[in-house]
């Protein structure tokens, strides 16, 4: 398996080469800090399967045993790296990746202290097409800087 990714502004860009030993959505409240989302989305690959294949991630020593990593130029959330090496692992944002479909969760931890009204998000009304697509009339259209969901030649683009 070879699966790649990388932050939003494309500066940080990442492939691993190996099967994923497992994936989870953490609840912790370091998590939740960490993403600035609801959960820590991770994948957790073997450490040597991981190559940078444009720049590096800078990292924040969250706890004596954890630092988080992220892009420097944009804050994208990209790693969870434990001190010890966690055994030679590490975790990757599962939303990072070019693909995050591969990645469903295996398990969810740190159930504790997840937000109680996760559990109701998918009762939550969804917009339909035709909602959507009348918010959307309200605004000019949209000219994204995103980093394309796969790798390219040229960085940084020229616009
Ligand atoms: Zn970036
Ligand atoms: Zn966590």
Redesign the pocket.
């Known amino acids: 398996m070879s699966l790649s990714g990388g932050c939003q502004c494309g500066a940080v860009r990442f492939r691993v080469e190996g099967a994923v030993r497992h994936t989870s959505v ?3 409240r ?2 939740q800090k960490a993403t600035g989302g609801l959960f ?1 989305p991770y994948a957790s690959f073997p450490a040597a399967a991981l190559i940078w294949t444009r720049g590096q991630r800078k990292t924040f020593q969250n706890s004596d045993f954890i630092a988080r990593g992220f892009c420097g130029d944009c804050g994208t959330p990209l790693t969870f790296e434990a001190a010890s090496g966690d055994g030679g692992h590490i975790g990757l944002t599962i939303g990072a990746f070019d693909d995050p479909s591969a990645l469903p969760p295996q398990r969810q931890i ?1 159930v504790a202290e997840r937000i109680a009204w996760i559990d109701a998000l998918s009762d939550v009304p969804m917009r339909t097409a035709e909602e959507e697509a009348a918010g959307a009339a309200k605004y000019p259209p949209v000219v994204s800087r995103q980093h394309p969901d796969h790798d390219i030649e040229t960085w940084p683009p020229t616009r």
């Open positions: 953490c609840h912790c370091m998590c820590g740190m």
